[in-house]
């Protein structure tokens, strides 16, 4: 599979964005999809994830009860719904995806990285 994200922009505090992760192929539905970010000169941190079976989702307790991870396996794409944007939470996002991949937020374990999107949040 090969991901593609996008959705990223310049927004102000307290904004939402929604990032969409398209994937190719046709066994999306067999993925394991994770969304993880990068600040400037920090280590990339786990964000949401969710697994191929049971749609189960896991989140970063910095982003809990704000952003939303979901799939449509329809239309073989992640999105990341994001509310209440903090400055903090400026980075590049990147999706990874790991197939038939329990839910982790180990980067290690996931075997599939798109491009990344930029999302800035100005205060």
């Known amino acids: 599979v090969q991901l593609q994200a996008s959705g990223g922009g310049l927004v102000q505090a307290g904004d939402s964005l929604r990032l969409s992760c398209a994937a190719s192929?046709?066994?999306?539905?067999?993925?394991?999809m994770g969304w993880f970010r990068q600040a400037p000169g920090k280590e990339r941190e786990f964000v949401a994830a969710?697994?191929?079976?049971?749609?189960?989702?896991d989140y970063a307790d910095s982003v809990k009860g704000r952003f939303t991870i979901s799939r449509d396996n329809a239309k073989n794409t992640a999105f990341l719904q994001m509310n209440e944007l903090k400055p903090e939470d400026t980075a590049v996002y990147y999706c990874?995806?790991?197939?038939?991949?329990?839910?982790?937020?180990?980067?290690?374990?996931?075997?599939?990285w798109g491009q990344g999107t930029q999302v800035t949040v100005s205060s």
């Open positions: 990874a995806a790991t197939l038939y991949g329990t839910l982790t937020r180990n980067h290690y374990g996931y075997n599939t």
């Open positions: 192929g046709r066994t999306f539905n067999s993925y394991t």
């Open positions: 969710i697994a191929w079976t049971r749609d189960t989702k």
